[in-house]
């Protein structure tokens, strides 16, 4: 089996300086595709308005067009029906939207396309070089085009902390001290977060944040330490404030989560950068009465320290070998993730936050009239995340088995939430249940 580990976040701290600084570049697209011949291609995407991005491309290719199928968001929609399509050897979509953590896993499955042979010679120089090690981790073979990323930071409920007065936490302490507060002042209607406790990477992120290794190699094989120290302080932290009834355990992405945040029950999610998007579409219709949205820095476990945080999701465009124009697929990978009218796209109409380095450069992602910043009050929550960007902390890796971890994660938090075990046997628990599946599967893992 493959021996592949992707690094989570090297050298993104070149990220905001240099997309800030250069001026927009994008790649010289052909003038025509496919000879002009009629082409239809499917994309697996979940996410929002993709169908009015790659409308822009076919506007620019009218012989192309382009069925985009949302299928839900990763392990809970389009994971397992692609692998079972690439499996089969039919069903799968021409591309499809793989995470970055999820990349060495589809890449496993061997149905995945070597685009290399498509692309551009200088398509890397487009992209931040963390990004592009991920999807060419040997400088060869490219198995995907970078689309996004995730800094991690703090959407909260501004006219909630205001109303109760509360001062907005900057550090840990600070949020589990605020998270009583405003528990006893609303007689427990609101809670000062919730946990997503069936998305693993969701709260690998808070231990990305943390300083907690959970991959690295060891000579021809891995070694895994899911348990380590940050992960069960994270978790303790957050298992004591679900048990004190000052954080909910609503499920990610769900009705009742957008619904309890409208209604004022939830005063903070800590949120990639593309959340605002999440929350900008999702919440359109029903806000909140008197709602008031912004965006905080993650807290931290010091204060007064430099900000550290973690990076969740992140997404790439991936060719698979059953797609029968797989050159003109590629061609709208990358335009897709670095023409301005596809970012600019992107980020009113999801909140896509630019893996390409010229793309937060484009002062259309400021606009204060166009959501997701208008949603924010006008905030400008590029620069936060920006500077989540440029704090995320760079020693993070993955491995190829990221299904087995989400599925064992969901499983142990529940047992934790239901007080069944400890949150401490819980990490454990997932540590070694991951490790014994893993080692099933053929890894050389330790």
């Keep these: 089996m493959k021996r592949w580990l992707v690094a989570g976040g090297l050298a993104v701290a070149?990220?905001?300086?240099?997309?800030?600084?250069?001026?927009?570049?994008?790649?010289?697209?052909?003038?025509?595709?496919?000879?002009?011949?009629?082409?239809?291609?499917?994309?697996?995407?979940?996410v929002p308005n993709m169908d009015k991005q790659a409308a822009l491309f076919t506007k620019k290719y009218p012989n192309v067009k382009v069925k985009?199928?949302?299928?839900?968001?990763?392990?809970?929609?389009?994971y397992p029906k692609l692998q079972t399509a690439l499996k089969a050897g039919t069903g799968a979509p021409d591309l499809a939207q793989v995470e970055f953590g999820y990349i060495p896993f589809f890449v496993s499955t061997g149905g995945l396309i070597d685009l290399s042979r498509y692309l551009p010679a200088d398509a890397k120089s487009y992209f931040p070089a963390w990004t592009w090690n991920q999807v060419s981790p040997d400088g060869k073979s490219v198995f995907g085009v970078p689309q996004d990323i995730g800094p991690f930071a703090m959407i909260y409920r501004k006219d909630i902390f205001d109303r109760y007065q509360v001062k907005v936490p900057t550090t840990?302490?600070?949020?589990?001290?605020?998270?009583?507060?405003?528990?006893?002042?609303?007689?427990?209607?609101?809670?000062?977060?919730?946990?997503?406790?069936?998305?693993?990477?969701?709260?690998?992120?808070?231990?990305?944040?943390?300083?907690?290794?959970?991959?690295?190699?060891?000579?021809?094989?891995?070694?895994?330490?899911?348990?380590?120290?940050?992960?069960?302080?994270?978790?303790?932290?957050?298992?004591?404030?679900?048990?004190?009834?000052?954080?909910?355990?609503l499920p990610a992405f769900s009705q009742d989560f957008w619904n309890a945040m409208a209604a004022g029950e939830i005063a903070t999610s800590m949120e990639a950068a593309w959340?605002?998007?999440?929350?900008?579409?999702?919440?359109?219709?029903?806000?909140?009465?008197?709602?008031?949205?912004?965006?905080?820095?993650?807290?931290?476990?010091?204060?007064?320290?430099?900000?550290?945080?973690?990076?969740?999701?992140?997404?790439?465009?991936?060719?698979?070998?059953?797609?029968?124009?797989?050159?003109?697929?590629?061609?709208?990978?990358?335009?897709?993730?670095?023409?301005?009218?596809?970012?600019?796209?992107?980020?009113?109409?999801?909140?896509?936050?630019?893996?390409?380095?010229?793309?937060?450069?484009?002062?259309?992602?400021?606009?204060?009239?166009?959501?997701?910043?208008?949603?924010?009050?006008?905030q400008n929550v590029v620069a936060v995340y920006s500077q989540a960007a440029v704090s995320v902390n760079t020693n993070f890796a993955w491995s190829p088995w990221a299904p087995t971890v989400d599925a064992?994660?969901?499983?142990?938090?529940?047992?934790?939430?239901?007080?069944?075990?400890s949150w401490d046997a819980a990490i454990d628990a997932w540590q070694a249940e991951t490790l014994a599946k893993a080692k099933a599967d053929g890894f050389n893992v330790k």
């Design 172 to 249: 840990w302490a600070e949020y589990a001290a605020a998270g009583e507060e405003l528990y006893k002042k609303s007689n427990g209607k609101v809670k000062i977060g919730n946990f997503f406790s069936t998305f693993a990477p969701w709260f690998i992120a808070l231990v990305w944040a943390s300083d907690g290794q959970m991959w690295t190699l060891e000579g021809d094989g891995y070694r895994q330490t899911l348990n380590n120290a940050a992960s069960k302080r994270v978790a303790n932290f957050w298992g004591d404030l679900i048990k004190k009834g000052y954080v909910s355990t």
């Design 275 to 378: 959340g605002t998007g999440s929350f900008a579409g999702s919440l359109a219709k029903n806000p909140g009465q008197g709602a008031q949205y912004r965006v905080a820095p993650l807290p931290q476990w010091e204060k007064g320290k430099k900000l550290v945080t973690g990076n969740w999701g992140g997404s790439t465009a991936v060719v698979t070998k059953q797609s029968k124009n797989p050159e003109v697929a590629a061609t709208f990978a990358l335009w897709l993730m670095t023409s301005q009218d596809s970012l600019v796209a992107g980020w009113n109409g999801a909140g896509l936050f630019p893996a390409a380095t010229a793309g937060l450069s484009l002062p259309q992602l400021r606009d204060p009239k166009r959501d997701p910043v208008k949603f924010f009050g006008g």
């Design 408 to 421: 064992s994660f969901a499983k142990q938090m529940d047992l934790a939430i239901k007080g069944q075990i």
């Design 68 to 78: 985009v199928v949302n299928l839900g968001g990763g392990q809970a929609g389009t």
């Design 14 to 46: 070149a990220l905001a300086s240099v997309s800030l600084a250069q001026g927009f570049r994008e790649p010289k697209f052909p003038a025509q595709l496919a000879g002009g011949k009629a082409v239809e291609l499917e994309y697996w995407s979940w």
